[in-house]
């Protein structure tokens, strides 16, 4: 049973209202009704605050709780992390403890921890080590040598092939694939020829990657995800890419072979990078932008070929206006016409 208070002292906030009211849910705004606490993401929606059913709103310290003395709000800096925080307190968790399921098929030289959870018709191919609190669901393949580390979640579907690592906390969804061969040809003169790749793909903590989303494996060294970035689903990722800490790659984004990204950057939805390219920190690249060259530090780009973004609304101004200047060019152009023909 939580408390209306109980979820103020996780998030931090200041409570106004009655802390001793049970709630049962997190809801969005619209759908609350009585027994759900919603939150106020952006002050643009506070105009919907009167009309929700919730029991409880969690609102930013920007609103004036003095207008809604009627409602039980808590009262947070960041309204967004404050809802992280609460929805972690109805999340139900993963299973822990299962054991190994009769059905799943384990070689004999994998090393599984006892605390693994190991659901039927799993596959785990010779010498790869599973480590405490690791859960793999059905139809996971994970292939030879491979390393998951403590508390990683791999949902249905997951195929690992072999020589990955996987580091702590990753959480892997349905579909995706680790460690798949890059796209290596070179011409011979009649045919391409495939150049085995070599390498691996490294996986650090605390990293999620979505549905169906495919990571290549080097074709020398490693593919390499650094700690804390998180990638949305059907992604594609090159093989020797390097991803740092803390980014956000967002769905349909297709990064080319052995191209770095740094910390902190994200590529909104349906991003192109070509190969051998460099993306600084902090890096912002608006949705359909397509990365032809290096990116310094702090950039934010849009466009194709990339341009600073301000560079590239000025340049949406022009298009907008293209029909106009057009028609007036065929004014001018028959003027002189006109002008000629009378000289």
């Known amino acids: 049973m939580i408390t209306l208070k109980d979820i103020a002292e996780k998030t931090g906030g200041v409570l106004k209202g009655d802390g001793n009211v049970i709630i049962r849910r997190i809801m969005s705004m619209h759908e609350a009704q009585e027994g759900d606490i919603t939150f106020l993401s952006q002050k643009g929606f506070e105009k919907y605050l009167k009309d929700t059913r919730a029991s409880a709103i969690i609102v930013g310290n920007d609103v004036k709780a003095d207008e809604y003395a009627e409602k039980n709000?808590?009262?947070?800096?960041?309204?967004?992390?404050?809802?992280?925080k609460a929805a972690q307190m109805f999340h139900k968790g993963y299973p822990k403890g299962m054991g190994i399921s009769s059905l799943a098929c384990i070689s004999k030289s994998a090393e599984i921890s006892d605390t693994a959870s190991i659901y039927p018709y799993v596959f785990v191919g010779e010498g790869s080590k599973i480590c405490k609190d690791v859960v793999l669901y059905p139809f996971v393949h994970i292939g030879e040598h491979v390393l998951i580390e403590d508390g990683t979640i791999l949902y249905p579907h997951v195929t690992v092939y072999d020589d990955v690592k996987?580091?702590?906390n990753v959480i892997i969804h349905s579909g995706a694939v680790l460690g798949s061969d890059g796209f290596g040809y070179v011409w011979d003169g009649s045919k391409h020829m495939k150049i085995p790749q070599l390498g691996t793909v490294e996986i650090g903590d605390d990293v999620e990657i979505g549905a169906n989303t495919s990571?290549?494996?080097?074709?020398?060294?490693?593919?390499?995800?650094?700690?804390?970035?998180?990638?949305?689903?059907?992604?594609?990722?090159?093989?020797n890419v390097s991803i740092g800490e803390n980014s956000i790659v967002v769905s349909l984004v297709g990064i080319a072979g052995s191209t770095s990204v740094g910390d902190n950057v994200v590529l909104a939805g349906r991003v192109g990078v070509k190969d051998h390219v460099r993306i600084g920190n902090n890096v912002r690249a608006a949705g359909g932008t397509g990365i032809t060259k290096d990116v310094p530090d702090n950039s934010i780009i849009s466009g194709t070929p990339h341009m600073p973004h301000k560079e590239w609304l000025k340049l949406q101004g022009y298009l907008k206006n293209l029909s106009k200047m057009y028609e007036r060019i065929k004014k001018i152009e028959k003027t002189l016409k006109t002008e000629a023909q009378d000289d």
């Open 73 to 84: 709000l808590i009262i947070v800096k960041n309204p967004g992390i404050a809802y992280a």
């Open 166 to 168: 996987i580091g702590k």
């Open 215 to 239: 990571i290549d494996r080097a074709s020398l060294g490693k593919t390499i995800i650094k700690k804390g970035t998180k990638i949305d689903n059907l992604v594609q990722i090159a093989h």
